[in-house]
């Protein structure tokens, strides 16, 4: 897998070369796109390293930060281009692809040889439930339109920086909660995360670095080729969001709880998936309200509302899907399932 991702790296000069010449938008989106998800990867392995030689407060800190980095950067990038639906749908899309994409895949991996596998229902829950919390405060925004549909522009913009704060701050609870007072339920993964760790700090440091800063040159590129890319294909703004960008972003979760999984270590796997999609419902979307402040059209949290639907109907399978606190691959494959209809919904909505 390790050397499958290396030779992905070779993407990254090969985009360059075709943004240096001028190739068509398609080209360079799909080039730049594929250069990214190897960088990825290697930004969450350098986390995943130096987390594991810190504290637990620390590798808490360093996973909030760079977790879900990716997305970050080019939401940042799709912010400042003015691609505000582009961002939105990416939220979207990072979630419906960790619950249903990745976990369901994880599930088929993990139980193509076993009859079941068990993992801590307690602490699944918990984050169910906060991942359920987050979502929910999304939808304010969106059901006030409704209620109130001559609420003006600028208390839409108001209601969403004041929704952000909040969800931030359940979001530090949920650390706190998971870090501090209730480590145990976390132990185990924690411990196991620990135990395959080989790069030195210094190694770790430099390549997350070398990894961002690539990540971002990238993303400028695809960002840049986003519009005239999807005039050409007949794409709209929510499709590439929700569906390719996501992916592109999530694709190193993807391998890393289908890695978990087949080595029987589910917990690990739903904490990957269900803690990556909470990350960017209560810490990535209030940061892209705050960050597009800095520029001319202001995000909000007002989100379309098959995206709406999709969040909490993704939310509650899965939290139906862990109650029990084992998986088997029928679960995944009804996760894929489910998935599968709502991107090609998206494909097919104007």
Same mark, same amino acid.
């Given at each position: 897998m390790d050397v499958m991702f290396l030779w992905l790296l070779l993407f990254v000069p090969i985009a360059a070369l075709a943004d240096f010449l001028h190739a068509p938008a398609t080209a360079i989106f799909f080039l730049s796109a594929i250069a990214i998800i190897p960088l990825a990867k290697y930004i969450g392995q350098a986390t995943e390293e130096l987390a594991a030689k810190t504290s637990a407060a620390l590798g808490g800190l360093l996973? /909030?930060?760079?977790?879900?980095?990716?997305?970050?950067? =080019?939401? =940042?990038?799709?912010? +400042?281009?003015? @691609? =505000?639906?582009?961002?939105?749908? *990416? $939220?979207?899309?990072? $979630? @419906?692809?960790? @619950?249903?994409?990745?976990?369901?895949?994880?599930?088929?991996?993990?139980?193509?040889? +076993?009859?079941?596998?068990?993992?801590? +229902?307690?602490?699944?829950?918990?984050?169910?439930?906060?991942?359920?919390?987050?979502?929910?405060?999304?939808?304010?925004?969106? /059901?006030?339109? $409704?209620?109130?549909?001559?609420?003006?522009?600028?208390?839409?913009?108001?209601? *969403?920086v004041l /929704?952000?704060?909040?969800?931030?701050?359940?979001?530090?609870?949920?650390?706190?909660f998971s870090l501090v007072t209730h480590t145990y339920l976390y132990e185990s993964d924690a411990e196991e995360s620990k135990t395959n760790t080989s790069w030195s700090v210094s190694k770790s440091t430099w390549i997350l670095l070398l990894s961002t800063l690539a990540v971002a040159w990238m993303s400028d590129m695809l960002v840049n080729s986003i519009t005239p890319m999807a005039q050409t294909m007949g794409w709209s703004d929510l499709f590439i969001g929700v569906v390719i960008v996501a992916i592109i972003g999530n694709a190193a979760e993807h391998t890393s709880a289908i890695t978990m999984a087949i080595k029987n270590k589910m917990d690990l796997a739903l904490q990957i998936a269900i803690g990556s999609a909470t990350q960017m419902a209560m810490f990535v979307a209030p940061i892209f309200v705050?960050?597009?402040?800095?520029? +001319?059209?202001?995000?909000?949290?007002?989100?379309?509302?098959?995206? @709406?639907?999709?969040?909490?109907? *993704?939310? =509650? $399978?899965?939290?139906?899907?862990?109650?029990?606190?084992?998986?088997?691959?029928l679960e995944g494959a009804q996760l894929l399932t489910a998935y599968a209809i709502m991107a090609i919904a998206f494909f097919l909505h104007p």
């Open positions: 996973n /909030v930060t760079f977790g879900n980095a990716t997305e970050l950067i =080019i939401g =940042i990038f799709a912010l +400042r281009a003015g @691609l =505000i639906e582009v961002v939105k749908a *990416s $939220i979207t899309g990072s $979630i @419906l692809g960790n @619950l249903l994409l990745v976990l369901g895949t994880a599930m088929i991996a993990g139980g193509a040889s +076993r009859k079941a596998q068990k993992f801590n +229902r307690a602490g699944a829950m918990a984050g169910g439930s906060t991942l359920f919390l987050a979502v929910a405060a999304l939808v304010i925004p969106a /059901v006030l339109l $409704i209620a109130a549909p001559t609420t003006n522009g600028a208390a839409i913009e108001h209601l *969403s /929704v952000a704060i909040c969800v931030i701050a359940l979001y530090g609870a949920s650390l706190f705050f960050i597009s402040l800095l520029f +001319r059209n202001q995000m909000t949290l007002v989100f379309d509302t098959f995206e @709406l639907v999709s969040m909490f109907l *993704s939310v =509650i $399978i899965v939290n139906l899907v862990i109650a029990d606190g084992e998986s088997n691959w």
